[in-house]
């Protein structure tokens, strides 16, 4: 990794959750999305998307395996998003217009986009305006 591409993608090192798995979603009107998972020595976690405008989840399987999580800023978020949100924006003027919208919103409100990638099922991707980890007791 390039010491620029260093200052626009934030990994999340605490906790460690490669090997570890998605255990659920939270998706409430009104509220932030939380999203719950385990890491490969038990402990559990709820992470928070805070001002979440947009939110993905695909592959929902059984066993999600995660790979890692990062928090992206700058034009790495900007060019996630558009990737993710609004797909190829040469393919019409629609979609580029779209794309410079969502832009615009992202760098007014202040978001950078959350990933949780997977090595196995599900992968998850937010614009958000912040992230917060919260770890879960045992009971």
């Avoid at 989840?57 to 992206?72: F, H, Q, S």
């Avoid at 949100?85 to 217009?97: L, S």
């Avoid at 998850?124 to 919260?134: D, F, K, P, R, S």
């Amino acid at each position: 990794m390039t010491q620029a591409h260093a200052k626009l993608v934030d990994p999340i090192i605490t906790p460690n959750l490669h090997d570890g798995l998605l255990v659920g979603l939270a998706l409430w009107p009104g509220r932030d999305p939380r999203i719950t998972v385990r890491d490969v020595a038990g402990a559990c976690y709820d992470i928070e998307c805070h001002g979440a405008t947009y939110f993905l989840a695909t592959d929902v399987r059984e066993g999600n395996i995660i790979y890692g999580m990062a928090r992206l800023r700058g034009l790495a978020a900007e060019q996630r998003a558009i990737e993710t949100f609004v797909g190829d924006i040469n393919a019409t003027e629609e979609r580029r217009k779209a794309a410079q919208a969502l832009v615009e919103r992202m760098r007014a409100s202040g978001s950078s986009v959350f990933s949780l990638e997977s090595s196995f099922g599900c992968t998850i991707v937010c614009i958000c305006t912040g992230v917060t980890v919260h770890k879960l007791d045992k009971e």
